[in-house]
Nanobody
Framework: QVQLVESGGGLVQPGGSLRLSCAASGLTFSNYFMNWYRQAPGKERELVAGIGLVGWQKTYADAVKGRFTISRDNAKNTMALQMNVLKPEDTAVYYC?????????WGRGTQVTVSS
């Protein structure tokens, strides 16, 4: 059974930092492109960042470029999202996504709230 479990969300003040983690099990992690998505209230889910199979290829949404950094550790089956200089508009539920040739898996999400 595939499981993706996010952690690290919480309440942070504007300008602060958080580090999200995604722990994967039940799949061959290195065979999956990994992504972070987010969904704010009343909005559609959007791609925040993605990382290739071995971690060299990375992509970011324009809204987070220069502030967020995605990484993965294939030996530990984990992915992370370092989020710096957080803004109120970053408030959302953040989801871990594993995308393979035939399968697409999602975590349950972790809430990030940026507010003073």
């Amino acid at each position: 059974q595939v499981q993706l479990v996010e952690s690290g969300g919480g309440l942070v003040q504007p300008g602060g930092s958080l580090r999200l983690s995604c722990a994967a099990s039940g799949l061959t992690f290195s065979n999956y492109f990994m992504n972070w998505y987010r969904q704010a209230p009343g909005k559609e889910r959007e791609l925040v960042a993605g990382i290739g199979l071995v971690g060299w290829q990375k992509t970011y949404a324009d809204a987070v470029k220069g502030r967020f950094t995605i990484s993965r550790d294939n030996a530990k089956n984990t992915m992370a999202l370092q989020m710096n200089v957080l803004k109120p508009e970053d408030t959302a539920v953040y989801y871990c996504n594993a995308r393979g040739n035939k399968n697409d898996y999602w975590g349950r999400g972790t809430q990030v709230t940026v507010s003073s």
